[in-house]
């Protein structure tokens, strides 16, 4: 399951390489052989496999790895003797193992004698020697634990080494073998083996931070973190209303980006360079994945959710969303920008809906006043919807002692009363400056056109009392209410452009 071919070969143990070959069919030879592979003794190490019993298994530098299965234990044992020997004495022949030296200042000098110190220094180059060789073997079998505290140990050292011929060789090996294990380490996921859950998921980061690979290092953290945050987030069934699902998105994905922050600090703090640009950017592009999945549960394209549950959707997505500023974030701007499209086209399309309701009910309109029953309490939800903007009913209201109550505005007026409530309800929860002027251009059409059906009510005597009521409560009352809930508890700033219909109407 490891590796990509199984194959019987034979092997040809040469001065300088060793060879593997397939037997093969001829018509002029007995026995012949093809070539598979050929390995150079200077860039292999050779390794026992202790999971597999008569095999051994050969490392090439960078990334290439080869397992043979002997045919008996005594084979693989003169297999793995020969092919070692074959290395040292070609290592002996060709003089590769170089005579380096360490600088040593008067820090280095311990006690003893010049000797001893001399020694000590002959030592360790000679240790450099052989570091490639065994970080190779740490590499293949995946110690990277060994692998990063021989680096570490020998850091100094190769800061030291003396600019001889062979010093940048010796360096260009090491460096080499850096790159190779800071690669595997930065490969390393959720979704892998040892590093899938808990603690172990940060090894790998401890360990490039280990090796000064700032960089590596944050982007594996917050790699990892992004496949969690993804898999917590799918967990999350649809069930119940819209509003339910959105609150267990929201709190599920904006504290986990917060812990996510804590942690991040937390396991940085050490470092030399700045790393919260890093979190940011990583913030930022969580924060656009989350847009995209609640745009498309909140806004869906071709479709209407119910009034008020879009404008609730985003209250609880930003109210979550302050989570963030704990950390010294505040990303409601970003919300508002990534939200914008849904929240625009969600607006436009619940301006649509009332102009071609009021449209339909200034048709069906008798131009009667509205007749309401006190055991169903419409007429008190309806006092009760006018008080949020400080608007008296009562003077409106006609009691003729028994348990009906006569409101002399029109059905078409209450009607549109309650859904432009609930429009503007909604709008409020999910406004910002970014869509101040449609929300604004809507609500100047709507109101325009509601008060100019009442100025093309038929000049019938009987009706006359209705309409004009009608009239001075929209123009009055309704009108210069909604005025002030714009400028205090949406807008912040003043609606001129609102205030001419005011105008328009009493030159009317």
Known sequence: ??????????????????????????????????????????????????????CFKITQYPANMFMYRAESEQKRIEWVSLIKRAQQDLKESVGERPDIELKQ?????????????????????????????????????????NAVRKLRDAKQDIAKLEQSNHAPEIKARIDSRLRQLTDMLTEVNMGSGMYAHGKASKKP????????KVTQATSLFLRNKSTSLK????????????????????QTFFSTVAAVGTEFKAVFSNTETGC???????VESELEWFADMFSRQVFPQGSVIGHGVAGECVAIALKHADQLSQNGLDISFLMHRLLQPG????????????????????????WKKCQFSRQ?????????????????????C??????????????????????????????KKMYNIRVKKQLIDSITSCLQFQSFQLKLAPPDPEIRTVVTSSDMFMNKEFIPAVITFLELQVTGQPVPQIRKILDTNDML
């Not at 969600?346 to 339909?360: G, P």
């Not at 002692?401 to 409101?407: E, K, L, Q, S, T």
């Not at 009363?417 to 503007?424: A, G, K």
């Open 398 to 427: 006609v009691s003729t002692g028994d348990d009906n109550i006569y409101v002399t505005l029109c059905h078409s007026v209450i009607s549109f009363v309650r859904s432009f409530h609930s429009y503007l309800q909604d709008a």
């Open 231 to 250: 898999m917590s987030i799918r967990r999350i069934k649809m069930e119940g209303t819209m509003t339910l699902y959105i609150t267990k998105l929201s």
């Open 276 to 282: 919260m640009p890093s979190y940011v950017a990583w």
């Open 105 to 145: 200042s008067r820090d280095d000098m311990v006690e003893g004698t010049w000797e001893e110190n001399q020694r000590r220094a002959k030592f360790r180059a000679e240790a450099l020697l052989e570091l490639p060789e065994q970080l190779d073997v740490c590499i293949a079998q995946r110690d990277f634990d």
């Open 343 to 366: 929240i625009a086209e969600t607006l436009k399309r619940n301006h649509i809906q009332i102009m071609e309701a009021s449209q339909l009910r200034a048709k069906e309109e008798h």
């Open 205 to 212: 980061v401890k360990q490039l931070l280990l090796l000064e």
């Open 1 to 54: 399951q490891w590796y990509q071919r199984r194959v019987r070969v034979r092997l040809f143990l040469m001065t300088d390489c060793i060879m593997s070959a397939a037997p093969t069919k001829s018509a002029w030879m007995s026995e012949a052989y093809k070539m598979v592979d050929l390995l150079e003794l200077k860039n292999i190490t050779i390794m026992d496999v202790q999971d597999r019993k008569l």
């Open 376 to 396: 169903t309490g419409d007429i008190k939800k309806l006092d009760d919807l006018l008080k949020t903007y400080n608007v008296d009913l009562s003077k409106y």
